[in-house]
C-alpha cells in the first residue's frame, strides 16, 4: 500500500564498487515501476523504469531487476561514484494513477 | 525527461497565515498532477490526485479543506495550505504526468511555518 514515514535504511559502498538497492513491492497487480534518486533537498529524479512483463532493463551504469514472484525489485549502479549519493526511492504503479512509493534507501559512497 | 517547476522554493511564514505553492509542467500537459509532502530523512507520501478540470482526490487523513488544491489548466496546479501552523512545516513535491506513464518531479518547496 502507500508509503508511510518509516526512517530510511542507509546503504555505504566504496567508490567504484558496484551497489545493489532493493526494494519489496506490496500489489502483485502493479504493472509499472519505476526507480528514483532524490539529493538531499532536491525533489526526486527519474533513473529507470520496468514494466511487469520485464525481468530486467538496464540503462546507463543502471540496472532494473524485477522479480514478481517474490514481489521484489533492485537497482544495480555500476562503478558507483560520489554523485550516485542519494536517497532512492522504488515507485509501483497499481491503478492507472495511483502510484505508491517504497521507503527509500540512502546511498553514501564513500571515496 | 520532462521538466516540472515549483515555486516557491522556500517559504518562511507566521502561524495561521496561508501559503499557496504552484507546481508548473514546462514542456508537457500535464493531465495528472500529485501532490506529496516529505519530512527529513523519509520517504515521499502522498497527499492527492489532481485532473486538470475536475475536483482533487485525497488521501486517506488529508483534509481537504487545509490543503486546497486547483488544477486549473493542463500546465498548473496549485497547492493552498490554508492557516498554517507549525506542524504544517515539510517539504512539499509536485509530480505531473502526461499521457505517458512516468511521473516527473519538481524540485520542491520547503515551507517553515513559525
Known amino acids: 500500500g502507500e508509503s508511510v514515514g518509516l526512517h530510511l535504511p542507509t546503504l555505504s559502498v566504496q567508490e567504484g564498487d558496484n551497489s545493489i538497492i532493493n526494494c519489496a513491492y506490496s500489489n502483485s497487480a502493479s504493472d509499472y515501476f519505476i526507480w528514483y534518486k532524490q539529493e538531499s533537498g532536491k525533489g526526486p529524479q527519474f533513473i529507470i523504469d520496468i514494466r511487469s512483463n520485464m525481468d530486467k532493463r538496464q540503462g546507463q551504469r543502471v540496472t532494473v531487476l524485477l522479480n514478481k514472484t517474490v514481489k521484489h525489485l533492485s537497482l544495480q549502479i555500476a562503478a558507483t561514484q560520489p554523485g550516485d549519493s542519494a536517497v532512492y526511492f522504488c515507485?509501483?504503479?497499481?491503478?492507472?494513477?495511483?502510484?505508491?512509493f517504497g521507503t527509500g534507501t540512502s546511498l553514501t559512497v564513500i571515496p | 525527461g520532462a521538466v516540472v517547476s515549483q515555486h516557491p522554493s522556500w517559504v518562511i511564514c507566521k502561524s495561521g497565515t496561508s501559503v499557496k505553492i504552484e507546481c508548473r509542467s514546462l514542456d508537457f500537459q500535464a493531465t495528472t498532477m500529485f501532490w506529496y509532502r516529505q519530512f527529513p530523512k523519509q520517504s515521499l507520501m502522498l497527499m492527492a490526485t489532481?485532473?486538470?478540470?475536475?475536483?482533487?482526490?485525497?488521501e486517506q487523513g488529508v483534509e481537504k479543506d487545509k490543503f486546497l488544491i486547483n488544477h486549473a489548466s493542463l500546465t498548473l496546479s496549485t497547492l493552498t495550505v490554508t492557516s498554517a501552523h507549525p506542524e504544517d512545516s515539510s517539504f512539499y513535491i509536485c509530480s505531473a504526468r502526461s499521457d505517458q506513464e512516468t511521473q516527473y518531479f519538481g524540485p520542491g518547496t520547503r515551507l517553515l511555518v513559525l
Open positions: 515507485a509501483e504503479r497499481f491503478t492507472g494513477n495511483q502510484f505508491y
Open positions: 489532481s485532473n486538470e478540470g475536475s475536483k482533487a482526490t485525497y
